[in-house]
T-cell receptor, first 115, second 109 residues
């Protein structure tokens, strides 16, 4: 079956622009997570959705970052007024449930470069 | 929250060698996963192993939850095993996986 997919695979933008990153979770997975990975580091949590609602957005760095999952499947991470420090690989993961024991599966990531 | 430490940070081996990677966590976890991040950045699930031992081909993993550590064993290394190996854990008090800094493995032909 299909895994987690993310589009675009690469995004280059200019400082101050708005970007949207898309995640398609594994079909039937109710939980969806966004992480961000900088070079040479492990991923850092951004936000967790259970169904349509954001159950934990404590990892979003500031109010320029926002994410939605309107129908409980596809999610979009939105970044306003991008800054050079936002450059990173943005990873999406999904799990069958949001429970603590659920295994998370990751997409290939979107590499964001802010010039 | 929990903290995850991985060792060694870097490992360089000849093809055919065996290796052991370690993951220590500061508090109890109920979800422990091992991943391989290949040179293209894709995170590949290796093991979901909150406790016990699992094997998959040349790879095996053991988690001793009561002592808060997990080990990943790679036998008869191949050049395609190169990459960064991460462990990540999750506790009851949060939804996110907490990650170690990774072990960068280089297998030389």
């Amino acid at each position: 079956g299909a895994g987690v997919s993310q589009t675009p695979s690469n995004k280059v933008t200019e400082k101050g622009k708005y970007v949207e990153l898309r995640c398609d979770p594994i079909s039937g997975h109710t939980a969806l997570y966004w992480y961000r990975q900088s070079l040479g580091q492990g991923p850092e949590f951004l936000i967790y959705f259970q169904g349509t609602g954001a159950a934990d957005d404590s990892g979003l760095p500031n109010d320029r970052f926002f994410a939605v999952r309107p129908e409980g499947s596809v999610s979009t991470l939105k970044i306003q007024r991008t800054e050079r420090g936002d450059s990173a690989v943005y990873l999406c993961a999904s799990s069958s449930t949001g429970g603590a024991y659920a295994e998370q599966f990751f997409g290939p990531g979107t590499r964001l470069t802010v010039l | 929250g929990i903290q995850v430490e991985q060792s060694p940070p870097d490992l360089i081996l000849q093809e055919g060698a065996n290796s052991t990677l370690r993951c220590n966590f500061s508090d109890s976890v109920n979800n422990l996963q091992w991943f391989h991040q290949n040179p293209w950045g894709q995170l590949i699930n290796l093991f979901y192993i909150p406790s016990g031992t699992k094997q998959n081909g040349r790879l095996s993993a053991t988690t001793v939850a009561t002592e808060r550590y997990s080990l990943l064993y790679i036998s008869s290394s191949q050049t395609t095993d190169s990459g960064v190996y991460f462990c990540a854990g999750r506790s009851d008090s949060n939804y996110q996986l907490i990650w170690g800094a990774g072990t960068k493995l280089i297998i030389k032909p």
